[in-house]
């Protein structure tokens, strides 16, 4: 029983032994494992293939897969993407794929990848992908040369055609129309506007349509004092520019004045009528005063005196006919 005993403790001692010694390759795993593959190796111009870089790591190590598609200048990168770590037995797993495609047929090499890690103590190390080797075939190599290409036919004669002949015809006839309606048009037009400098309204007929015009508005009504005052006072400038030379239109107030108190082109009477249209306009337009009705119509009634008043008068309507009348 003895020698029995002993032998079986031998036996437990050599036995645990050399399960020591099978799992100190599993405890000498490096911290990082860095691997890089490819879903085919030889493929043809335009197909996809699909280089997977993948990262195999103790939880305790800080490691980033990064973006290394500088990598494959060769090819053009389809499509590409990355994974969250996911935990494989006692460690991590994190992949960056890439969908990369090869114009050109050839033998192509991509480099062995370097990565850098830190392990949990602060040391700082790297991890490097093997080289991989890529075959992309020519289609024309699998097929073979072409032993039944004929000659091209010659030419077929083809009759002549008139359609190009008919075409400039018809583009030519076409400008020449666009030419002849675009004479007329213009001459019209130049016949119309040189009628209209024949017979130019008077000044004061164009004031009053377009004093009627801006009572038709009715903007009194509404409540458009200061609007009813900006227009009614572009009129009456309009009229004093139209009438007396003055440019009214670009002057203000102040500036209007001594021209008009001053000239001697207007009537004693009507320069206080000026001075009070124009000085209660201004108050409404620009100091935001809001007149009564009667104020209003009393710059409306100014405005129709000061027309009326200073019109011109044709003298030749005066002028007595030497036949009887007047003409």
């Not at 032998?7 to 490096?30: D, H, N, T, V, W």
């Not at 593959?37 to 790591?57: E, F, H, M, Q, R």
């Not at 037009?189 to 801006?214: D, M, V």
């Not at 009070?276 to 409306?300: C, G, H, W």
Request: contains cysteine.
């Amino acid at each position: 029983m003895t020698i029995l005993a002993g032998f079986l403790l031998f036996l437990s001692i050599a036995c645990g032994k050399g399960q020591e010694r099978l799992s100190i390759p599993q405890s000498r795993r490096e911290p990082v494992e860095l691997s890089a593959s490819v879903d085919k190796a030889v493929g043809n111009p335009g197909d996809i293939i699909t280089l997977t870089l993948s990262a195999d790591y103790q939880p305790d190590v800080s490691l980033e897969l990064p973006e290394v598609a500088d990598k494959f200048k060769d090819f053009r990168i389809v499509n590409s993407g990355v994974s969250q770590p996911t935990k494989k037995g006692d460690r991590l797993v994190a992949e960056r794929w890439y969908k990369l495609q090869a114009d050109l047929s050839g033998s192509y090499v991509i480099e062995p990848i370097e990565i850098g890690y830190r392990l949990a103590g602060g040391e700082q190390k790297t991890a490097k992908t093997p080289k991989i080797f890529l075959e992309v075939e020519s289609l024309l190599a699998k097929q073979g040369e072409a032993k039944d290409i004929r000659d091209i036919k010659p030419p077929m004669p083809t009759p002549p055609s008139y359609r190009l002949f008919v075409m400039i015809l018809a583009i030519l006839a076409g400008i020449i129309a666009l030419l002849v309606l675009g004479r007329m048009i213009i001459e019209r037009l130049k016949n119309r506007s040189e009628t209209g400098k024949l017979i130019p309204k008077p000044a004061h007929e164009e004031a009053f349509e377009a004093l009627e015009r801006l009572l038709k508005k009715r903007l009194i009504e509404k409540g458009h004092a200061r609007e009813f005052c900006f227009e009614i006072s572009e009129i009456f400038r309009r009229y004093i520019q139209g009438r007396f030379g003055i440019p009214a239109i670009d002057l203000t107030t102040e500036e209007i004045l001594p021209r008009v108190e001053s000239d001697g082109i207007i009537a004693d009477t009507m320069k206080p009528v000026a001075r009070e249209f124009l000085t209660d306009t201004d108050m409404v337009k620009f100091a935001k005063y809001q007149p009564s009705r009667n104020e209003i119509e009393k710059i409306v009634e100014n405005t129709r005196i000061f027309i009326e008043t200073t019109k011109m008068v044709l003298i030749a309507q005066s002028v007595s006919d030497p036949h009887g009348g007047t003409r």
